[in-house]
């Protein structure tokens, strides 16, 4: 047994705070989240302060095996560049992969292009493909509906399955798209605001019945839904739709032994 600790899954919310003003004034901190899944290491949207809280929280960016960019809007990407370098332990490693859609790439990249030389390789982010990490394998199974291209991920590991539903807008293809046994939600807003490609909490209402996860963690909080108190509405929302909805808090760790309970 003295291997659990290698073999359980866990998820660390390193920050829960998510769009500008949020992400300026760091009342709720950012920086993503850190996934071990059977001692795969995996950085998802390295927002900024991901590499304080990361290392406040002794997790060791040279164990990443990669870093994967939802897309490249700042409160997601603002740490990848020395998040790749502490990976690669400043460049004296050659190693670790970075996962992103094109569009991070491209004019006004979001990572430096000497850092690119660091890493094992980059795979570009499409609709509908697979990709493995390890013996971790994830797909990216719909383009969302954002300002830049943007894509969730589902996860499969030995044992559990996990979505992590990034920046979007509403639409049925979401429902399609995520089934699985944990479910975490980008909830920006309290109340929909449909100038704007983001989620509310009506809408994470509805994703939760329709996937009927066990567990949803909704995180990503904007100012109006930290002033409405995400615990309270996760435990409304627990209520309503019969799921064990949770708020993530910042360092906030999810062990996946839980789904199985
Ligand atoms: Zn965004």
Redesign the pocket.
Known sequence: MENKNLLSDTITFLGTGGARIMVSTQILASGGLWLNLSGIEILIDPGPGCIVQSTKRKLRADKLSAIILS?R?L??SADINIMAEAMTQGGFKHRGWLFTPADALENEPVIFSYLKSYLEGIEVLEEGKSYSIGNISFTTPIRHI?PVE?YGMLFKTREHTLSYIA?TRYFDGLLKSYGSELLIINVVFFEPKPAFDHLSVPDAKRIITELKPKVAILTHFGMPMWQARPWEIAQRLSQETGVRVISARDGMRFDLSQLDS
């Open positions: 897309h809007h409160d997601h954002h943007t920046d």
